[in-house]
């Protein structure tokens, strides 16, 4: 049986949005090395467009205590710390584990 390899992972962001002063920051997972898969959004390979264009570091601050895990523990465990880092206040990029009601399009005058 195959170790658990996979990793949740936080990277910062300069702050795409003008005006808000937040940190901000982008959470994913993986089972590449870290570092290799920080590289790879950098480069546009599997990218989140927020990552490559806004993308600083990696911050370990907030994954370093989460150890490697089976890819369906990390299924759960991305969308968890991407929510408690909102509920700290911070803008986060990534999944939420909160229901969600869809937005509703404003009506134009072709409407």
């Known amino acids: ?7 949740v992972y936080v ?6 949005r003008r005006g808000d002063r ?7 997972m993986t089972g590449l090395p870290l570092e290799e898969r920080f590289a ?18 990696l911050a370990p601050e907030w994954y370093d205590g989460i150890p490697p895990m089976p890819y369906e523990e990390a299924a759960l465990t991305e969308p968890a710390l991407a929510d408690e880092l909102r509920d ?5 990029y990534g ?7 869809p937005r509703v399009r404003a009506r134009t005058r072709s409407d």
Request: proline share 6%; net charge positive; hydrophobic share 30%.
């Open 1 to 7: 049986m195959k170790a658990p390899h996979h990793r």
């Open 11 to 16: 990277i910062r962001l300069k702050n795409p």
């Open 22 to 28: 937040r940190e901000a920051f982008y959470v994913g």
């Open 40 to 57: 790879n959004h950098k480069r546009g390979y599997k990218s989140a467009s927020v990552v490559k264009k806004y993308g600083i570091e």
């Open 88 to 92: 700290r206040g911070y803008l986060v």
């Open 95 to 101: 999944p939420t584990a909160r229901k969600t009601t």
